[in-house]
Every structure is written in C-alpha cells, then in structure tokens.
C-alpha cells in the first residue's frame, strides 16, 4: 500500500466553526507532513511530526492545531479560520531516515466562508 | 534557507515534442531533487529524482539532469503524450532536511 489518504475531500466552514481534516498512512512512514497549497502556489510546508512528535511548526497561526494520535494518522483541527485559509491542505508522509522521500495524499480542498 | 527558482511558468508543446523545465537552488547544501507532477483536484505525485552525486538520470521518456557547480536542473520529457498535461514542481532539500523548498510550478499543456 502507497498511498496517503486525506478525509474530507472537500470542506466548507463558517469563520466560527471547529472542524477537522484526517489524513492515514499504512507505509510504516514515521514522518509525516501538512502542507498549504493556495491556487496555483507551491505547497508550502506548515507542520512536520517525526514519530509522533511536532518537529518543525512554520510559524502557523494557533487557529491551526495539528495532532498526531499514533504513527499511521494525521489530524488538523481547524477553528476561527479566516477566508484568506481556503486552500488546498495536503498531508504527506516519508521514512523517518528519507525525509526528502515524500508521498502525498489527494488533500483536502477548504473553503471558510 | 534553500530558494528555488523554476521557469518557464506555462510551457505548452504539440505532442510528439519535447518539453524541458529548469529549476535553480541557492543552497549548495542541497543534494536531493525530485520533481512532483500535480494534476487537477489531486495531490503531487513524485516522479522521479536526482541526487547530487548523479549528473543524469532517466526514467523511460523522463530524464533529469544536475549540474551541481552551476546549482540548476532540468527536467526533460520526450514524446510528450495528452496525459503529460499537468503541473510540474521541482523542489530541493538535503537528506537530513525534513523541510523541503519547491519552486513555483510549471504548468505543461500538451496539444494533441
């Protein structure tokens, strides 16, 4: 199995609302990654957990509050979001030893409203 | 930090040709470069990489090449198909880098 997946596809949120995006692995990878994709952007890197443990934080804002339960699940919980935060949010994965070797999920597409 | 810098920003070919996209690092750190192709509505999908101690590497019509002294690279497609439409990153980081710097994207149209 190579593949990362990322629930929801699509999300629409209103600026008060908490919610939720869930990306799983079942690589064995014991990195993994969020990324902030805006319209025809580069992804930008925002969190990396390196077994289990937030490694590297890009100076996000607290509204955006990442967790990682066991080493095959990715959370990132969403509240108060502003509408410039509608992007596309990719979560990846890599072997702890192979960081640069990364593996993408589809994303989930957020819109706040 | 790492700065990569990729052009062109649109690239479109009849199919058949060629397409070549260039990307240049600033870091001299660096020693590892892949290229992800993203199609619409899905995430990037790595397809292939070089590493500092390759100057070529070929991947039936994809080929890379590095030029480590220069800090540029390149992708190569050949007998560009349809399906070759998408956006293309190249990126670099190091290997005991876990925070990977992608450039600013190609966007290839292939014409059939």
């Known amino acids: 199995d190579t593949e990362v997946t990322q629930t929801p596809k699509h999300l629409v949120m209103g600026m008060t609302n908490k919610k939720s995006l869930k990306c799983e692995q079942h690589?064995?990878?014991?990195?993994m990654y969020w990324y902030k994709q805006k319209a025809k952007k580069p992804p930008e890197l925002m969190f990396v957990y390196s077994y289990e443990k937030l490694s590297i934080n890009e100076s996000v804002p607290s509204r955006f509050s990442p967790e990682c339960p066991n080493s095959s699940l990715l959370n990132l919980h969403l509240h108060a979001l502003q509408p410039e935060d509608s992007a596309l949010y990719l979560c990846?994965?890599?072997?702890?030893?192979?960081?640069?070797?990364?593996?993408f999920g589809p994303g989930t597409r957020l819109t706040v409203t | 930090g790492e700065n990569v810098e990729q052009h062109p920003s649109t690239l479109s070919v009849q199919e058949g040709d060629s397409a070549v996209i260039k990307c240049t690092y600033s870091d001299s750190a660096s020693n590892y470069f892949p290229w992800y192709k993203q199609e619409l509505g899905k995430g990037p999908q790595l397809i292939i990489d070089i590493r500092s101690n390759v100057g070529e590497k070929k991947d039936q019509r994809i080929a890379v090449t590095l030029n480590k002294t220069a800090k540029h690279f390149s992708l190569h497609i050949t007998e560009t198909q349809p399906e070759d439409s998408a956006v293309y990153f190249c990126a670099a980081t190091s290997y005991n880098n876990n925070d990977m710097r992608f450039g600013a994207g190609t966007r290839l149209t292939v014409k059939p």
């Open positions: 690589m064995g990878h014991r990195a």
């Open positions: 990846a994965s890599s072997q702890e030893d192979r960081y640069y070797e990364q593996y």
